[in-house]
């Protein structure tokens, strides 16, 4: 097995993201292919992609992640900008988990 020379480059953005998103109760688990994050949130588990926003390479998934996207036969990789992305992405997914939800 041949290792990396360096590590992974980390987007800045992504503590403040998983800090939120463990905030509101997720498990968050680091990876570096095929996206950055596998996120765990009421049973479900989703990809997420933390990019940082204002950068040229944080406007888009880039070429490895989007060929994977397209062929990929589970949830789409989310990308999230910052705690603000992840906190609406969150409340968002569990607004409409509770309007489905019978009482």
């Keep these: 097995m041949v290792m990396p020379k360096y590590a992974p480059k980390r987007d800045l953005s992504e503590k ?3 800090n939120a998103l463990q905030g509101l109760g997720c498990t968050v688990h ?3 292919t095929p996206c950055d994050l596998l996120v765990g ?3 479900v588990n989703y990809l997420v992609e933390a990019k940082t ?3 040229q390479y ?6 490895n992640q989007t060929e994977f996207n397209a062929s990929w036969k589970g949830s789409k990789i989310i990308m999230l900008h910052s ?3 992840a ?3 969150i409340v968002g997914l569990a607004s409409h ?3 489905g939800a019978k009482p």
Excluded: H, P, Q
Aim: neutral net charge; without cysteine.
């Design 97 to 99: 988990s509770e309007k």
């Design 58 to 63: 944080g406007k888009k998934l880039n070429t």
């Design 83 to 85: 705690s603000v992305d």
């Design 53 to 55: 926003a204002g950068t």
């Design 41 to 43: 949130f009421r049973g």
């Design 30 to 32: 680091r990876m570096d």
């Design 16 to 18: 403040e993201i998983v």
């Design 87 to 89: 906190i609406d992405w």
